[in-house]
């Protein structure tokens, strides 16, 4: 649990200043579940500086209450929490401060989003909270007052996690709260984990994973683990202290955010998993008459398959379809072996490629409109599936047919800009797994999703 603060002061000399504004919300890592506002009399000047900068005067907090008033408060909605804040030292020292002068020792632990920031977003030319926000294309309303900048702190750690990929922030913070390392029963967890779509995180006491999966409903798929007696699930249920989540909102984002925090954390229960997701592929070639044929075999084969498949049940299903829905020839696509005309000529769904009859200009044309439709190579786009909350869409990048990353953006902004895109995309390795997920996503879910071509820079319903 977190409370990420912003704090408004008097400015002056150093442990001098006076609190003239604080905003806290309590985040659990995915919602604000808890907020405290108020402007604060900080029984001192202001300096006309920070009146100019902040808007805040003398006038508005002579009825505003004194920080002994608060204090309780503060310390309510705290309780048991890391204070995040941008450039926490700043907000750590006033607070102690204020908290010092009524003779209590105000003592947490902290996470900066500037360092953190720099360390997750490294080529930002400024940190500063409003030049960030910008550039990530955060919206920020009440710039230099308590509330907007606490509520875009917010918003920035929430994709801070997001981009964390070695989750790092979830495994200091598990460390830094006992509490989440004393959940007396599994039914408690189940109880806390949300009916959502995501990749959810198993932890032992120390705060490191140990497994790592992804469901469209987490708390079913851990209920699923908790409840089995197989060895491996008995194993994890004996040293698993508590499960944290990420929410997707999208499928296809959770798979890769699945495939890929695999293999940068490598969990103890996970280490058992195949190296590939996928063993078979759909390959072309040209015969001697000149007829583009297509042929499903084993991925260890030579050559870059169109797109791949988890078993060869599925690749002839698929193949199958084509066939059916582009009047391609069940010979040249490897489902009929003969040496004369295939089935499908006989019915007149087959124009008779297998036997010379339909020129082979014509009919690979439809076979390479096939294999441009389905296959990575040289394509620059954007998959636009559901965010996490109903003014969201999730963004899934593809440059040059190679995956780029993921990010979240809000259906204000447009994202076919560019430079906002590369900001709220989350860096991720394009390897085969994830080339073959997102094949597959396309290949069951395309009628259901948005793609946004780069190149053309407009955006079209498929």
Partial sequence: MYSILDIETTGGKYN???????????FDGHEVVDQF?????????????????????????????????????????????????????????????????????????TLCTV??????IPQEDSYSLGKLTRSLGIPVSD???????????????KMLLSKDLNKNIIKESIRLEPKYQ???????IIDSLPSITGVYYMHNKNGDIIYIGKSKNIRKRVNQHFTSSNPKSKKMQLQVATVT???????????LKESEEIKRNKPFFNRALKQNIFSHGLFSYTDDSGY??????????????????????????????????????????????TSSNCFNYTIKQCFGACIDEEPFEIYNKKVSNVIDYYKFDKQNMVISDRGRVVDERSAVLIENGMFKGFGFYNLNYQINNLKVLENIITPMEHNRDSQHI??????????????INLEKQHETNS
């Avoid at 920080?67 to 607070?95: M, P, S």
């Avoid at 004393?182 to 408690?188: S, T, V």
């Fill in 16 to 26: 001098e200043e006076g609190i003239t504004e604080i905003a806290i919300y309590k």
């Fill in 292 to 337: 583009i044929n297509l042929k499903v075999a084993n991925i260890n084969r030579k050559g870059t398959p169109i797109i791949t498949f988890s078993n060869m049940r599925s690749a002839k299903s698929f193949i199958t379809n084509l066939v059916d829905e582009h009047n391609l020839c069940q010979k040249l696509t490897g489902l009929h072996n």
């Fill in 143 to 157: 710039r230099h007052r308590a509330a907007g900048d606490a509520q875009a702190t917010v918003k920035l750690f």
């Fill in 438 to 451: 997102i094949q597959t996503y396309l290949r069951r879910k395309r009628h259901k999703l948005k793609i």
């Fill in 37 to 109: 506002i108020t402007l604060v009399n900080p029984e001192r000047d202001i300096q006309p500086f920070v009146v100019n900068l902040t808007g805040i005067n003398s006038n508005m907090l002579r009825s505003a209450p004194k920080f002994y008033e608060i204090a309780k408060r503060i310390v309510e909605i705290t309780q048991d929490t890391i204070l995040v804040a941008h450039n926490a030292k700043f907000d750590y020292r006033i607070l102690r401060t204020e908290f010092r002068r009524l003779g209590f020792d105000f003592s947490k632990e």
């Fill in 182 to 188: 004393m959940e007396p029963k599994l039914l408690d």
């Fill in 245 to 255: 989540y990420e929410d997707t909102g999208s499928e296809l984002v959770a798979l």
């Fill in 115 to 120: 360092e953190l920031a720099k360390d997750l």
